[in-house]
């Protein structure tokens, strides 16, 4: 399959930890990268390869994977990390290089 | 540091061509070590990977656009092209540039297409 499977909406408190998920086959070869997308903006770079972060990236962000689930994880979630998230691959199933997830809106209460 | 920033009409007419430039600074269009894509957003939508280039012109499509897209390169003007033909509503979105490695990084700031009469 050439897709990767997001929730729609995540919602965590104010300083809590949140993880979002990303599934999908090509996740058991290829690691996923995740970006970070605010109403009006392009998205951003937040986690890439196995778990890192570009320069300017809090390190309340981090990245896992499990088999054919990828996770980014915000430990101590703050206001301006509501956006929504998106992650993407290469894809396995050889007909198109990469794929996106269909993203998940966070909300920080 | 690389930045990128897209170019090209705002307004298409339906069944016409949209074609959009992506013009990169900071760095070389013929560096070996980067592809270079459009991804689009419809409104209120996600992310769609439309396609990529190598500077040696290899090109890789998304197969639901292939029929429809053309992606080109001018190392000369260190700049990337976008052309997808036919054009009804549906297409109608933001249209992003970005440097891609294993992940897509930076990104242009994005430019509204509407498609419309």
């Known amino acids: 399959s050439s897709e990767l499977t997001q929730d729609p909406a995540v919602s965590v408190a104010l300083g809590q930890t949140v993880r979002i998920t990303c599934q999908g086959d090509?996740?058991?070869?290829?690691?996923a990268s995740w970006y970070q997308q605010k109403p009006g903006q392009a998205p951003v770079l937040v986690i890439y390869g196995k778990n890192n972060r570009p320069s300017g990236i809090p390190d309340r962000f981090s990245g896992s994977s499990s088999g054919n689930t990828a996770s980014l994880t915000i430990t101590g979630a703050q206001a301006e990390d509501e956006a929504d998230y998106y992650c993407n691959s290469r894809d396995s199933s050889g007909n198109h290089p990469w794929v996106f997830g269909g993203g998940t809106k966070l909300t920080v209460l | 540091q690389l930045q990128l920033q897209e170019s090209g009409p705002g307004l298409v007419k339906p069944s016409e061509t949209l074609s959009l430039t992506c013009t990169v600074s900071?760095?070389?269009?013929?560096?070996?070590?980067?592809?270079w894509g459009w991804i689009r957003q419809p409104p209120g939508k996600g992310l769609e990977w439309i396609g990529s280039i190598y500077y040696s012109g290899s090109t890789y499509y998304n197969p639901s656009l292939k029929s429809r897209v053309t992606i080109s390169v001018d190392t000369s003007k260190n700049q990337f092209s976008l052309k997808l033909s036919s054009v009804t509503a549906a297409d109608t979105a933001v249209y992003y540039c970005a440097t891609i490695s294993d992940w897509f990084d930076p990104w242009g700031q994005g430019t509204l297409v509407t498609v419309s009469s």
């Open positions: 090509s996740l058991r070869s290829y690691y």
């Open positions: 900071g760095g070389s269009i013929s560096s070996s070590s980067y592809y």
